[in-house]
């Protein structure tokens, strides 16, 4: 049993910042990327960043200089540390996991998270 876990969404101001933190917990035998998504109304789930386990990182042009990943192996965390937030920001963001379950797992397996709406507006 694996569980996805996020926190740290909220209401915020434009230009304000925000962090959010997500752990994988649970059955856990060998553990990947880590990363974020976001959906926004009316909008399909686009990736945010996503960090690799040797901490390599991909991100969305989009947020780029503004975003931060990052993550904890020891505590199976990833974070995402947004500064400079803009109403387009504004969606629920759920917090991505690829891992192996247990040693008697064949495959990689994705995981989410429930979602953490974060909302940018004045």
């Known amino acids: 049993q694996v569980q996805v876990m996020e926190s740290g969404g909220g209401l915020v101001q434009p230009g304000g910042s925000l962090r959010l933190s997500c752990a994988a917990s649970g059955s856990i035998f060998m553990l990947s990327s880590m990363g974020w998504y976001r959906q926004a109304p009316g909008e399909q789930r686009e990736l945010v960043a996503l960090i690799s386990s040797g901490g390599t990182i991909t991100s969305a042009d989009s947020v780029k200089g503004r975003f931060t990943i990052s993550r904890d192996n020891a505590k199976n965390m990833v974070y995402l540390q947004m500064n400079s937030l803009k109403p387009e920001d504004t969606a629920i963001y759920y917090c991505?996991?690829?891992?192996?379950?247990?040693?008697?797992?064949?495959?990689?397996?994705?995981?989410w998270g429930q979602g953490t709406q974060v909302t940018v507006s004045s």
């Open positions: 991505y996991a690829h891992l192996r379950p247990s040693s008697s797992s064949i495959y990689f397996r994705e995981y």
